[in-house]
């Protein structure tokens, strides 16, 4: 049987302006965006996280480290998970509201499907997460952004066919929207995997 997960992810790393062309000719609808692309990449940072805060600990580069429950760590990645998920769809639907004024007006399904892919450097960078260090986790989501911030200035022409000159106005306030959401992925990340625990144990002295 052939296996249909995840055929894009190294096009687009390494030759992303060929492979938003082919991905614009599959036509692809938002159901089989999710099975063969979001829901496995979304779980990297997921289990990365997971293995991470319970095997090494949320760390600040020093000698105190909070190290979750398994169970605390589990239902923290679910809720992590579906936040992920969401704002994918939430992306998409920033991209299709800054689209209607352009003469191209892309669908609501191509602009998620768009997001779904020009996340992906964020989801690949969730890996660090293995070793959550604070600085480590900032540094790989910074990479992983900027790297997103190319995906999506070469893609809103090639996929959702708006002019170059239109597409940078959608590009820089889609590119703003994901920042907002990566910000609070990071703090949800951070609260959610034990540093609001090592706040509290801070202030009280523990």
């Not at 480290?65 to 990645?77: K, N, Q």
């Not at 790989?140 to 997103?148: D, F, N, R, S």
Request: aromatic share 14%; proline share 3%; with cysteine.
């Amino acid at each position: 049987m052939q296996i249909d997960m995840l055929p894009h992810v190294w096009g687009l790393l390494a030759h992303p302006q060929r492979e938003w062309k082919q991905i614009h000719s599959e036509r692809e609808t938002l159901t089989h965006l999710y099975a063969r692309h979001v829901f496995a990449l979304a779980a990297i940072p997921v289990i990365c996280s997971y293995i991470g805060t319970t095997q090494v600990g949320w760390g600040l580069g020093g000698d105190r480290t909070i190290v979750l429950g398994l169970l605390d760590a589990f239902y923290a990645g679910i809720v992590f998970y579906l936040v992920i998920l969401a704002s994918v769809f939430v992306v998409g639907s920033v991209i299709h509201w800054m689209a209607k004024r352009y003469s191209s007006h892309p669908s609501r399904r191509a602009c998620v499907v768009f997001a779904g892919y020009v996340a992906t450097p964020m989801f690949l960078s969730g890996i660090v997460a293995l070793y959550p260090l604070i600085w480590l986790c900032l540094l790989a989501g910074t990479i992983g952004l900027c790297y997103t911030a190319y995906l999506l200035y070469l893609g809103i022409p090639a996929f959702l066919g708006i002019s170059s000159e239109e597409g940078f106005i959608v590009s820089s306030t889609t590119l703003a929207v994901g920042v907002l959401v990566l910000e609070a992925l990071l703090s949800m990340t951070v609260l959610l995997w034990g540093y609001g625990e090592l706040i509290l144990l801070s202030l009280f002295n523990f």
